[in-house]
C-alpha cells in the first residue's frame, strides 16, 4: 500500500454500522473498513472492498476499556498475517480538548504527530449543544457551516498532509492533501493511521 495518489476521500456510508470507504485522487478504492460497535474496547478491521472476504489490517485499542477511556488509548495497526506497523497513540488530557495524537513506528519512534487546527470550535460546538432543544437545533447547522481541519506534522515539525471535514448533513466525508513531498515508505502508516482519526473524530464539527 505504497504511492498514494492524493488527495484521499475517506467517506461513512449512511448505515447502521460504522462503515467507512477510502478512495484515491483517481477513484480507485483503497479500503473498505468496517468499526466493531458497542465494545469496551474498539475494534476496526479494513478489508480490500466492501465483499469483506480480504482482510489487509487490523487495528484494535491495547488495554481493558480502552474504547471507553479513548482520551488516552493506545491502536496497535497490523497487517492481517499480524505483522505490527505501529499505532495511534492518544496524547492523553490534550485529547479532551482537541485532537492530539502521534502516530508511532513498531518500535514505539514518533514519526507523526496530528493536532486540531482549531480546538476551540470543538469547546463552542459542546457549549451550543448543552442548550436543550434549541441547542440541539443550532449545534447542526453548526456542523454544516464549521468544520474542523487537522495538520499531520512529520518527526522535523514540517507540515506532511492535512485533513479537511467537508460539509455535510447526513455523512461525514473527509479529503486528506499532501502538503509536502514525502517518501511512501510511510504511507501504509499514515493510511491506517488518518482511518483511525476520522473514527475518532466523524462527530467533531
Known amino acids: 500500500m505504497q504511492n498514494l495518489r492524493f488527495p484521499l476521500t475517506l467517506e461513512f456510508k449512511f448505515s447502521i454500522f460504522t462503515e467507512l470507504q477510502v478512495h484515491d485522487a483517481d477513484g480507485q478504492l483503497l ?14 478491521k479494513v478489508f480490500t472492498d466492501s465483499s469483506r472476504q480480504v482482510q489487509t489490517h487490523g487495528m484494535r485499542a491495547q488495554g481493558f476499556m480502552a474504547g471507553a477511556l479513548d482520551w488516552k488509548a ?6 492481517s498475517d499480524g505483522t505490527e506497523i505501529g499505532a495511534l497513540q ?16 513498531p518500535d514505539g519512534q514518533v514519526l507523526f504527530t496530528i493536532k486540531d487546527d ?6 463552542i460546538e459542546g457549549l451550543i449543544g ?10 447542526m447547522g453548526f456542523d454544516y457551516l464549521v468544520n474542523p481541519t487537522y495538520t499531520v506534522t512529520d518527526a522535523g515539525g514540517q507540515a506532511a498532509y492535512r485533513v479537511h471535514k467537508k460539509r455535510s448533513l447526513f455523512s461525514r466525508r473527509f ?16 493510511l491506517m493511521g ?4 476520522v473514527l475518532r473524530e466523524r462527530e467533531r464539527g
Open 31 to 44: 479500503a473498505y473498513v468496517r468499526e466493531k460497535t458497542f465494545s469496551v474496547r474498539d475494534e476496526v
Open 74 to 79: 493506545k491502536r496497535l495497526i497490523r497487517r
Open 90 to 105: 492518544a496524547q492523553g488530557m490534550k485529547t479532551l480538548w482537541g485532537a492530539s495524537y502521534e502516530l508511532l513506528a
Open 118 to 123: 482549531h480546538p476551540w470550535l470543538g469547546v
Open 130 to 139: 448543552a442548550v436543550p432543544f434549541v441547542g440541539d437545533l443550532v449545534a
Open 175 to 190: 479529503k486528506v492533501e499532501e502538503l509536502t513531498p514525502r517518501s511512501p515508505q510511510n504511507d501504509e502508516l499514515v
Open 194 to 197: 488518518l482511518i483511525q482519526l
